[in-house]
Protein backbone atom coordinates (compact mmCIF):
# COMPACT_ATOMS: atom_id res chain seq x y z
CA UNK A 1 0.00 0.00 0.00
CA UNK A 2 1.11 3.39 -0.82
CA UNK A 3 2.25 5.82 2.15
CA UNK A 4 1.48 9.20 1.47
CA UNK A 5 4.26 12.46 3.08
CA UNK A 6 3.25 13.59 6.14
CA UNK A 7 4.01 16.82 7.98
CA UNK A 8 4.15 17.46 11.93
CA UNK A 9 2.64 20.86 13.25
CA UNK A 10 5.14 21.75 16.26
CA UNK A 11 2.63 22.78 18.79
CA UNK A 12 1.92 21.79 22.45
CA UNK A 13 -1.51 20.50 23.18
CA UNK A 14 -2.70 20.57 26.59
CA UNK A 15 -4.66 17.21 26.33
CA UNK A 16 -3.48 13.65 25.04
CA UNK A 17 -6.97 12.62 24.07
CA UNK A 18 -7.68 14.64 20.71
CA UNK A 19 -10.56 13.21 19.23
CA UNK A 20 -12.47 15.33 16.44
CA UNK A 21 -11.70 18.63 14.23
CA UNK A 22 -13.17 20.67 12.41
CA UNK A 23 -12.87 24.00 10.04
CA UNK A 24 -15.07 27.19 11.68
CA UNK A 25 -13.65 30.40 9.86
CA UNK A 26 -10.85 29.13 8.41
CA UNK A 27 -9.29 28.02 11.69
CA UNK A 28 -8.97 24.85 13.30
CA UNK A 29 -11.22 23.56 16.37
CA UNK A 30 -10.86 20.75 18.25
CA UNK A 31 -12.41 18.33 20.72
CA UNK A 32 -11.17 15.79 23.45
CA UNK A 33 -12.91 12.48 23.55
CA UNK A 34 -11.97 12.82 28.06
CA UNK A 35 -13.01 16.32 29.01
CA UNK A 36 -15.86 19.01 28.00
CA UNK A 37 -13.59 21.33 26.62
CA UNK A 38 -12.59 23.26 23.09
CA UNK A 39 -9.18 23.54 21.87
CA UNK A 40 -8.81 26.69 18.94
CA UNK A 41 -5.56 26.00 17.17
CA UNK A 42 -3.77 28.63 15.85
CA UNK A 43 -1.19 26.57 13.94
CA UNK A 44 1.58 27.93 16.51
CA UNK A 45 -0.30 28.43 19.76
CA UNK A 46 -3.96 26.38 21.26
CA UNK A 47 -6.10 27.78 23.23
CA UNK A 48 -8.91 26.24 25.58
CA UNK A 49 -12.47 26.77 26.64
CA UNK A 50 -14.89 24.62 29.13
CA UNK A 51 -17.99 24.37 27.50
CA UNK A 52 -19.68 22.53 30.69
CA UNK A 53 -18.16 23.62 33.41
CA UNK A 54 -19.81 21.91 36.40
CA UNK A 55 -18.95 18.32 34.29
CA UNK A 56 -15.59 19.34 33.74
CA UNK A 57 -14.75 20.10 37.34
CA UNK A 58 -16.37 16.91 38.57
CA UNK A 59 -14.00 14.78 36.02
CA UNK A 60 -11.05 16.76 37.62
CA UNK A 61 -11.91 15.44 40.89
CA UNK A 62 -11.27 12.21 39.61
CA UNK A 63 -7.91 10.37 39.17
CA UNK A 64 -7.08 8.95 35.66
CA UNK A 65 -8.45 5.75 35.57
CA UNK A 66 -11.47 6.81 37.51
CA UNK A 67 -12.17 9.89 34.73
CA UNK A 68 -11.24 7.43 31.58
CA UNK A 69 -15.06 5.04 33.46
CA UNK A 70 -17.22 8.67 33.37
CA UNK A 71 -15.56 10.40 29.95
CA UNK A 72 -17.76 11.63 27.70
CA UNK A 73 -16.20 10.14 24.94
CA UNK A 74 -16.59 12.68 22.10
CA UNK A 75 -15.43 11.42 18.96
CA UNK A 76 -15.81 13.87 16.62
CA UNK A 77 -17.06 17.57 15.72
CA UNK A 78 -19.01 18.96 12.78
CA UNK A 79 -19.74 22.70 11.83
CA UNK A 80 -24.47 22.27 11.94
CA UNK A 81 -25.96 25.04 10.17
CA UNK A 82 -29.68 25.60 10.73
CA UNK A 83 -32.54 28.18 11.91
CA UNK A 84 -29.80 31.19 10.34
CA UNK A 85 -27.49 29.69 12.95
CA UNK A 86 -24.47 28.32 13.63
CA UNK A 87 -23.21 25.22 15.95
CA UNK A 88 -20.48 23.22 17.15
CA UNK A 89 -22.36 19.87 16.44
CA UNK A 90 -20.50 17.52 19.28
CA UNK A 91 -21.23 13.38 19.23
CA UNK A 92 -20.60 10.68 21.99
CA UNK A 93 -19.60 7.14 20.89
CA UNK A 94 -22.65 5.56 22.61
CA UNK A 95 -20.34 2.73 23.53
CA UNK A 96 -21.49 3.25 27.29
CA UNK A 97 -24.22 4.66 29.66
CA UNK A 98 -22.64 7.99 29.95
CA UNK A 99 -21.77 8.26 26.00
CA UNK A 100 -24.97 9.16 24.63
CA UNK A 101 -25.11 12.70 24.53
CA UNK A 102 -25.46 15.48 21.57
CA UNK A 103 -24.11 18.77 22.65
CA UNK A 104 -24.89 21.93 20.44
CA UNK A 105 -22.56 25.12 20.89
CA UNK A 106 -23.72 28.06 19.37
CA UNK A 107 -21.05 29.74 17.46
CA UNK A 108 -19.39 31.94 17.90
CA UNK A 109 -19.67 32.68 21.29
CA UNK A 110 -19.17 28.79 22.46
CA UNK A 111 -22.78 29.24 24.74
CA UNK A 112 -24.34 25.98 25.30
CA UNK A 113 -27.54 26.00 23.36
CA UNK A 114 -28.24 22.07 24.02
CA UNK A 115 -27.67 18.64 25.46
CA UNK A 116 -29.70 15.98 24.41
CA UNK A 117 -29.20 12.31 26.01
CA UNK A 118 -29.65 10.25 23.26
CA UNK A 119 -31.17 6.39 22.18
CA UNK A 120 -30.37 4.75 18.89
CA UNK A 121 -33.55 2.87 17.87
CA UNK A 122 -34.27 0.01 15.87
CA UNK A 123 -31.26 -1.70 15.99
CA UNK A 124 -32.05 -5.14 15.17
CA UNK A 125 -32.48 -3.44 11.57
CA UNK A 126 -31.24 -6.07 9.35
CA UNK A 127 -30.27 -8.42 11.95
CA UNK A 128 -26.88 -6.20 13.37
CA UNK A 129 -26.00 -6.24 16.76
CA UNK A 130 -26.91 -3.50 18.71
CA UNK A 131 -23.83 -2.20 20.29
CA UNK A 132 -22.10 0.88 19.27
CA UNK A 133 -18.78 2.52 18.72
CA UNK A 134 -19.42 5.29 17.13
CA UNK A 135 -15.75 7.18 15.69
CA UNK A 136 -17.26 9.68 13.50
CA UNK A 137 -20.27 11.22 11.47
CA UNK A 138 -21.21 13.64 8.71
CA UNK A 139 -24.28 14.78 7.22
CA UNK A 140 -25.71 14.64 3.81
CA UNK A 141 -28.62 16.57 2.62
CA UNK A 142 -29.75 17.28 6.33
CA UNK A 143 -29.81 13.52 7.42
CA UNK A 144 -27.10 12.50 9.56
CA UNK A 145 -24.68 9.36 8.92
CA UNK A 146 -22.75 7.42 12.22
CA UNK A 147 -19.52 6.07 11.28
CA UNK A 148 -19.54 2.81 13.46
CA UNK A 149 -16.06 1.24 14.50
CA UNK A 150 -16.43 -2.46 14.13
CA UNK A 151 -13.27 -4.66 15.52
CA UNK A 152 -10.52 -7.59 14.55
CA UNK A 153 -13.52 -9.90 13.80
CA UNK A 154 -16.54 -7.59 11.77
CA UNK A 155 -16.81 -4.70 9.42
CA UNK A 156 -17.21 -1.24 10.20
CA UNK A 157 -20.78 -0.20 9.42
CA UNK A 158 -22.27 3.00 7.96
CA UNK A 159 -25.52 4.16 9.80
CA UNK A 160 -28.24 6.23 8.35
CA UNK A 161 -30.81 7.79 10.75
CA UNK A 162 -34.14 9.27 9.50
CA UNK A 163 -35.60 12.30 10.99
CA UNK A 164 -32.80 13.43 13.09
CA UNK A 165 -33.72 17.48 11.97
CA UNK A 166 -37.03 16.79 12.18
CA UNK A 167 -36.96 15.80 16.18
CA UNK A 168 -34.27 18.67 16.43
CA UNK A 169 -36.55 21.25 15.19
CA UNK A 170 -39.04 19.87 17.60
CA UNK A 171 -37.01 19.84 20.56
CA UNK A 172 -35.53 23.35 20.26
CA UNK A 173 -37.95 25.12 18.45
CA UNK A 174 -40.51 24.91 21.33
CA UNK A 175 -37.75 26.01 23.90
CA UNK A 176 -36.69 29.95 24.35
CA UNK A 177 -33.81 28.96 26.44
CA UNK A 178 -31.36 26.61 26.34
CA UNK A 179 -32.63 22.90 25.82
CA UNK A 180 -30.68 20.90 28.63
CA UNK A 181 -30.35 17.25 29.20
CA UNK A 182 -33.59 16.68 27.17
CA UNK A 183 -34.10 12.67 25.93
CA UNK A 184 -34.05 12.24 22.03
CA UNK A 185 -34.75 9.25 20.08
CA UNK A 186 -32.09 8.48 17.09
CA UNK A 187 -34.06 6.53 14.10
CA UNK A 188 -32.03 3.98 12.04
CA UNK A 189 -32.91 4.07 8.67
CA UNK A 190 -29.73 1.95 7.15
CA UNK A 191 -27.17 0.18 8.66
CA UNK A 192 -24.49 -1.09 5.71
CA UNK A 193 -21.42 -3.18 6.38
CA UNK A 194 -18.16 -2.04 5.18
CA UNK A 195 -15.15 -3.29 4.07
CA UNK A 196 -12.03 -0.80 3.99
CA UNK A 197 -9.29 -3.33 3.53
CA UNK A 198 -6.26 -5.75 5.60
CA UNK A 199 -3.29 -4.58 7.04
CA UNK A 200 -0.93 -7.64 8.26
CA UNK A 201 -3.91 -9.76 8.57
CA UNK A 202 -6.20 -7.28 10.17
CA UNK A 203 -9.21 -5.24 9.17
CA UNK A 204 -9.05 -1.96 8.70
CA UNK A 205 -11.61 0.35 10.68
CA UNK A 206 -12.58 3.79 9.97
CA UNK A 207 -12.29 6.36 12.62
CA UNK A 208 -13.50 9.71 11.16
CA UNK A 209 -15.06 10.80 7.79
CA UNK A 210 -15.63 14.49 6.16
CA UNK A 211 -18.15 14.78 3.21
CA UNK A 212 -16.48 15.89 -0.02
CA UNK A 213 -19.57 15.48 -1.73
CA UNK A 214 -22.97 13.95 -1.85
CA UNK A 215 -21.32 10.49 -3.53
CA UNK A 216 -17.90 10.71 -1.74
CA UNK A 217 -16.43 11.42 1.75
CA UNK A 218 -12.95 11.85 2.63
CA UNK A 219 -12.18 9.10 5.90
CA UNK A 220 -9.66 8.41 8.65
CA UNK A 221 -9.21 4.57 9.57
CA UNK A 222 -6.96 2.52 11.45
CA UNK A 223 -5.72 -1.10 12.53
CA UNK A 224 -5.55 -2.04 15.90
CA UNK A 225 -4.89 -5.86 17.68
CA UNK A 226 -8.41 -6.39 19.50
CA UNK A 227 -11.01 -8.75 19.39
CA UNK A 228 -14.31 -6.10 20.28
CA UNK A 229 -14.81 -3.01 19.31
CA UNK A 230 -14.96 -1.12 22.57
CA UNK A 231 -11.53 -1.97 24.25
CA UNK A 232 -8.23 -0.24 22.62
CA UNK A 233 -5.58 -2.60 21.39
CA UNK A 234 -2.15 -2.33 19.86
CA UNK A 235 -2.28 0.22 17.16
CA UNK A 236 -0.55 -0.94 13.83
CA UNK A 237 -0.91 1.87 11.50
CA UNK A 238 -3.75 4.54 10.41
CA UNK A 239 -5.22 5.68 6.89
CA UNK A 240 -6.38 7.92 4.73
CA UNK A 241 -9.07 7.63 2.08
CA UNK A 242 -11.59 8.62 -0.36
CA UNK A 243 -15.06 6.25 0.05
CA UNK A 244 -17.92 6.13 -2.46
CA UNK A 245 -20.92 6.08 -0.08
CA UNK A 246 -23.14 5.24 -2.95
CA UNK A 247 -21.50 2.05 -4.77
CA UNK A 248 -19.85 1.75 -1.06
CA UNK A 249 -16.28 1.00 -2.11
CA UNK A 250 -12.65 2.72 -1.41
CA UNK A 251 -11.58 4.88 -3.95
CA UNK A 252 -8.45 5.74 -2.87
CA UNK A 253 -6.64 4.89 0.27
CA UNK A 254 -3.08 5.63 1.46
CA UNK A 255 -1.24 4.52 4.60
CA UNK A 256 -0.08 8.08 6.52
CA UNK A 257 0.93 6.34 10.54
CA UNK A 258 2.76 3.60 11.79
CA UNK A 259 2.26 2.84 15.21
CA UNK A 260 -0.26 5.83 15.78
CA UNK A 261 -4.17 6.00 15.78
CA UNK A 262 -4.90 9.27 13.48
CA UNK A 263 -8.34 10.87 14.67
CA UNK A 264 -10.48 13.88 13.23
CA UNK A 265 -9.81 15.99 10.02
CA UNK A 266 -10.21 19.00 8.55
CA UNK A 267 -9.40 21.00 5.46
CA UNK A 268 -8.36 24.24 5.63
CA UNK A 269 -6.64 25.55 2.22
CA UNK A 270 -4.79 23.27 0.49
CA UNK A 271 -4.04 21.06 3.29
CA UNK A 272 -5.99 18.18 5.10
CA UNK A 273 -5.20 18.23 9.23
CA UNK A 274 -5.68 15.21 11.39
CA UNK A 275 -4.44 14.68 14.93
CA UNK A 276 -3.99 11.26 17.16
CA UNK A 277 -5.37 10.35 20.15
CA UNK A 278 -2.54 8.87 22.11
CA UNK A 279 -4.85 7.55 25.09
CA UNK A 280 -1.46 7.97 27.53
CA UNK A 281 -2.13 10.45 30.12
CA UNK A 282 1.99 11.07 29.48
CA UNK A 283 2.14 12.17 26.34
CA UNK A 284 -0.37 14.98 24.31
CA UNK A 285 -1.97 14.70 21.20
CA UNK A 286 0.19 15.94 17.90
CA UNK A 287 -1.17 17.58 15.03
CA UNK A 288 -0.35 16.51 11.71
CA UNK A 289 -1.31 17.63 7.73
CA UNK A 290 -1.20 16.37 4.10
CA UNK A 291 -1.57 18.36 0.74
CA UNK A 292 -4.76 17.53 -1.04
CA UNK A 293 -1.77 17.51 -4.24
CA UNK A 294 -0.26 14.79 -3.33
CA UNK A 295 -3.43 12.70 -1.66
CA UNK A 296 -4.67 12.61 -5.91
CA UNK A 297 -1.30 12.27 -7.45
Wanted: glycine share 4%; proline share 2%; aromatic share 14%.
Amino acid sequence: MKSLPIYKVYIIFPTPSLSGLVNYDQKLWGVSDENYKLYEINLDSVKEYCFDQNLQVHLESMEYKQKKKVKPDFESISLFKRWNKEYFFLLGSFSGELRNKLYFLDMPSLILSAVFEAQIMSTTVLNKPTNFNIEGHFFKEQQLYLLNRGNEHSSSSLISLSDFENKLNFQMNKNSSAVISKKIELSINTITDVFIGEFEGYQIHWTEALLKNQKEIYFLATVEKTTNSFDDGQVLASFVGLFDIENLNVLRMYKILDGEKAEGMAILGDRMYFCIDTDNPHRFSELFYFEMDDFYK
